[in-house]
């Protein structure tokens, strides 16, 4: 039976953050399955459609990553995509004790799909989406906590 993983998030945008949990994770599956949550009460800055392309973009040469969006509840979409396990980064304790609120639901609703914690790497704890949105909003310097494919889409880096 194949161990296909799905990591859903927003993913807007894309960060370090989340490429290091999905480096670190690929080695424990056979697919990893970048699902692309669809929240109407969240405002997203950039595109679904977006957040797609960078991250085929990003891992075009990973046959076992795929990306997908999905609306509704998560282990809907994991029965879905055959999925048995969901994958979720941690940075701090409080990060814990939500998700595991989360999980712990999960279970109840599919008891089949186990939740997996990988704690994100030290240098890349301080990254959110939230702040780094806000640093875009407000002209910062966001490049540092992007991916480039990402870094330059949104003109943060001249192109080479």
Not at 107 to 126: A, M, N, Q
Request: hydrophobic residues 40%; negative net charge.
């Amino acid at each position: 039976m194949q161990r296909i993983c799905l990591f859903p998030g927003t993913f807007d945008p894309v960060t370090l953050g989340h490429t290091d949990i999905i480096d670190r994770a690929l080695p424990l599956f056979d697919e990893l399955v970048i699902g692309i949550g669809i929240n109407s009460s969240k405002v997203p800055m950039f595109t679904v459609e977006q957040r797609v392309e960078w991250i085929r973009e990003i891992y075009k040469h990973e046959p076992r990553i795929k990306v997908a969006s999905y609306e509704g509840l998560t282990v809907n979409f994991c029965k879905e995509i055959k999925a048995r396990f969901i994958l979720r980064g941690i940075r701090y304790v409080s990060d814990f004790e939500y998700e595991k609120a989360i999980a712990d639901i999960n279970r109840k609703l599919e008891h089949e799909v186990e939740t997996i914690f990988l704690t994100c790497s030290p240098e890349y704890s301080t990254i959110a989406s939230t702040l780094v949105r806000d640093v875009i909003r407000y002209k910062g310097d966001a490049a540092q906590f992007l991916p480039d494919v990402v870094a330059n889409s949104i003109n943060l880096k001249p192109s080479i």
